[in-house]
């Protein structure tokens, strides 16, 4: 019998994360590949949690777009941090991050119509936009520093392009936009009149005066613009994929269609925890920006120490280097032989690519490990390059 998997999804039937975090369970590797914390979250909000499960609360389904208090919460997040006008018609809470990325493709991009996308992307973004059956338009950043390049994705555009997926903080780059490129990437998508998908997964990993801005608060995007947010990635929770997505409510109304058709709802006694997450106060977010900064300068020194060239990354937690100065042309090539002569794993940036010429040198380093992990994953990269 033929392959019964349909063709739009076979080139996305194995992943580079899963691929390698499996290399390294198999060998003994130290993984600095796939993006989890291997610390937990904050204790108060694990609690409530606990508190929920002990209690019943959460033992059944949720409301289908979310518990009303984590909506409500939400809501004041994007008011705080942001001032953006968010209501609770313009929230929707998903399973994870990734979900409402694939909701938003599926209810507002029409099969054959064209997603854009930056180079290197999070490989989700391709197998989401296949299973839409649309068109994936992928547009490299600039090559030495990868910063995004809008004269090239002017001269990719075409009149079936729908949306722009963007990702700032940037996985798997760890660059954070900077405000003239906001204002550069809005006035692309106001002029072409594009439906914007922001993935703000990162919104509080950001370093030094990095600051995260969401383009939904630049001029011409709050109509046009969903945005995403993960519970996972700001309290270290990844387990219990808790996100969501918040805009206006014609645009949020769209996406709640398509997701009560995917997991219906999840997460029961993880919402109101989450809810709880995002009422801390500054001094949670400040802190827990203080201690991955210093596991970035941690893992960056050493790794320049190596020889490689470090782009010091600006948000998320994942550092880039690029590995010519070793003498490897290849970040794939580098990346297999280091689990099985280094015992470390990493992800090369090619496989999240469509632009090899500009990714084949890159590697991505997960720093989100105890000091101690790190440190071992040095020591054995020392002693492979000694």
């Given at each position: 019998?033929s392959?019964?998997?349909?063709?739009r999804?076979?080139?996305?039937?194995?992943?580079?994360?899963g691929?390698?975090?499996?290399?390294a369970?198999r060998?003994?590797?130290?993984?600095?590949?796939q993006?989890f914390?291997?610390?937990?979250?904050p204790p108060?909000v694990?609690?409530v949690a606990?508190?929920?499960?002990?209690?019943?609360?959460?033992?059944?389904?949720?409301p289908?777009?979310?518990?009303?208090d984590?909506r409500?919460?939400?809501?004041?997040h994007?008011?705080?941090?942001?001032?953006?006008?968010?209501?609770?018609?313009?929230?929707?809470?998903?399973?994870?991050?990734?979900?409402a990325?694939?909701?938003?493709?599926l209810?507002?991009?029409?099969?054959?119509?064209?997603?854009?996308v930056?180079?290197?992307?999070?490989?989700?973004?391709?197998?989401?936009?296949?299973?839409?059956?649309?068109?994936r338009?992928?547009?490299?950043?600039?090559?030495?520093?990868l910063?995004?390049?809008?004269?090239a994705?002017?001269?990719?555009?075409?009149?079936?392009?729908?949306?722009?997926?963007?990702n700032s903080?940037h996985?798997?780059?760890?660059v954070?936009?900077?405000?003239?490129?906001?204002?550069?990437l809005a006035?692309?998508?106001v002029?072409?009149?594009?439906?914007?998908?922001?993935?703000?997964?990162?919104?509080?990993l950001?370093?030094?005066?990095?600051?995260?801005?969401?383009?939904?608060?630049?001029?011409?995007?709050?109509?046009?613009?969903?945005?995403?947010g993960?519970?996972g990635?700001?309290?270290s929770?990844?387990?219990?994929?808790?996100?969501?997505?918040?805009?206006p409510?014609?645009?949020?109304?769209?996406?709640?269609?398509v997701?009560?058709?995917?997991?219906?709802?999840s997460?029961?006694?993880?919402q109101?925890a989450?809810?709880?997450g995002?009422?801390?106060?500054?001094?949670?977010?400040?802190?827990?920006?203080?201690?991955?900064a210093?596991?970035?300068?941690?893992?960056?020194?050493?790794?320049s120490?190596?020889?490689?060239?470090?782009?010091?990354?600006?948000?998320?937690?994942?550092?880039?280097?690029d590995?010519?100065?070793?003498g490897?042309?290849?970040g794939?090539q580098?990346c297999?032989?280091?689990?099985?002569e280094?015992?470390?794993?990493a992800?090369?940036?090619?496989?999240?690519?469509?632009?090899p010429?500009?990714?084949?040198p890159?590697?991505r380093?997960a720093?989100?490990?105890?000091e101690?992990v790190?440190?071992?994953?040095?020591?054995?990269?020392?002693?492979?390059?000694?």
């Amino acid at each position: 019998m033929s392959d019964p998997l349909v063709r739009r999804m076979r080139p996305y039937e194995r992943t580079i994360f899963g691929e390698m975090s499996g290399l390294a369970s198999r060998l003994g590797a130290v993984n600095l590949g796939q993006g989890f914390p291997d610390t937990g979250g904050p204790p108060q909000v694990r609690k409530v949690a606990q508190r929920a499960i002990a209690e019943g609360r959460g033992d059944q389904y949720p409301p289908a777009h979310g518990d009303p208090d984590l909506r409500a919460a939400i809501v004041e997040h994007q008011r705080r941090f942001y001032g953006l006008p968010v209501d609770d018609d313009g929230v929707v809470v998903t399973t994870g991050a990734s979900e409402a990325i694939a909701a938003a493709i599926l209810a507002l991009v029409e099969p054959g119509e064209q997603v854009m996308v930056l180079d290197p992307y999070f490989d989700l973004y391709a197998a989401t936009i296949a299973l839409a059956g649309a068109e994936r338009i992928a547009v490299p950043l600039t090559a030495e520093t990868l910063r995004p390049d809008v004269a090239a994705m002017q001269r990719a555009l075409t009149s079936g392009t729908r949306m722009l997926l963007l990702n700032s903080p940037h996985n798997p780059t760890g660059v954070v936009f900077t405000g003239a490129e906001l204002a550069e990437l809005a006035r692309f998508a106001v002029a072409n009149d594009l439906l914007v998908l922001a993935d703000e997964a990162y919104e509080h990993l950001w370093f030094d005066d990095n600051t995260h801005v969401p383009i939904a608060t630049l001029p011409g995007m709050w109509e046009r613009t969903v945005t995403v947010g993960s519970g996972g990635k700001s309290f270290s929770f990844t387990g219990w994929k808790v996100g969501w997505a918040s805009g206006p409510a014609d645009l949020i109304a769209a996406v709640r269609v398509v997701r009560q058709h995917l997991s219906y709802v999840s997460g029961g006694p993880f919402q109101p925890a989450i809810a709880a997450g995002l009422r801390l106060p500054d001094a949670y977010f400040d802190g827990f920006r203080a201690d991955l900064a210093g596991k970035r300068d941690r893992l960056c020194e050493g790794l320049s120490a190596l020889g490689m060239r470090v782009i010091a990354p600006q948000g998320t937690y994942f550092a880039t280097t690029d590995v010519r100065p070793l003498g490897f042309t290849d970040g794939d090539q580098f990346c297999h032989r280091m689990p099985h002569e280094a015992g470390v794993v990493a992800i090369p940036l090619s496989a999240l690519s469509d632009h090899p010429q500009v990714s084949a040198p890159f590697v991505r380093w997960a720093f989100c490990k105890r000091e101690e992990v790190l440190d071992e994953a040095l020591r054995r990269l020392r002693g492979w390059l000694g």
